[in-house]
């Protein structure tokens, strides 16, 4: 199993929570392997907002705790939680590809709750053994609790920016990368990403000397609506533009793009896609 944490050092713009949910689907469809979608915040945030849930239309909090980060808590308190049983407490939302693994819905488990960051590392390396892939949203801004430990125990970590050169200055020449990213396999990603403007990715890189990869993720108005209308799954597939590719359009080519690197620098299973013609991206 490999880990890929999306996280950003901006409060927001960046777009790292659409990416994170969007991205596993495009792993999921693209490669041939076992994906799980997780995030280190409360049941209800991020990127379980994407997603149409099944459960959510239930009213019973039995029927929540069924599912999640406190239905494995349980499972660990007794001693059962095995990488077998897993499976059996997340949302499929890819048949037998993608599964949705929701955030807890205890009030104590805050973001800088180390006992509970602790736990979810537990429930990580548990799941390594029944999942090919994790793709995890580490939130926004300074990482405490499980979003540090998912950047800490990441294999690979996406770094989503905007254009915003003030925001990068911010970044890179105020020191807000943790000190833990030194160390890390990183790429970088933008959000809405526009080509006509003067701060594209090669004089980004080259602004801040930057070694890593970067991405652009182009805006898209469709993508947009699919996030408000908690339809990104049905979205990302449509996009893929059928068997041939010949309706793909430009954001699909982007997050194909950065599956593609993600399964390259992680070794995931032979069989994905071809290298995504006119994608932004500057190496």
Known sequence: MRLIAVWSPLPSGSGATVLASALPVVLAMEYRV?????????AGERIEQAFTLRHESLDTMAAFQDHGMDALARMAGSGRLLPETIRDYTIPVLSERLDLLTGSRDARHALDDV?????????????????DVIVADAGNGRPQGADM??????????????????????????????????????????????????CTLKNIKRRFRLK???????????????WNMRSVMAYVQRSRG???????NAAYRALRQMADLAAERLGLPSGGSVKARGAYVYG
């Open 149 to 198: 430990e998912l950047i800490r125990t990441a294999d690979l970590v996406i770094v989503a920016l905007n254009q915003n050169l003030r925001s990068l200055e911010d970044v890179w020449e105020r020191s807000s990368m943790p000190d833990m990213l030194m160390d890390k396999n990183c790429v970088y990603a933008l959000g809405r990403y526009d080509p006509e403007i003067s």
């Open 34 to 42: 076992r994906t799980l979608l997780t995030h280190g915040g409360n």
């Open 115 to 131: 006992a509970y960051g602790k736990f979810a590392g537990q429930v990580l390396d548990t799941a390594k053994r029944s999942y």
């Open 212 to 226: 890593s990869e970067m991405y652009g993720i182009p805006y898209c108005s469709s993508l947009a609506d699919a």
């Open 242 to 248: 059928g068997l041939n590719r010949s309706r793909e």
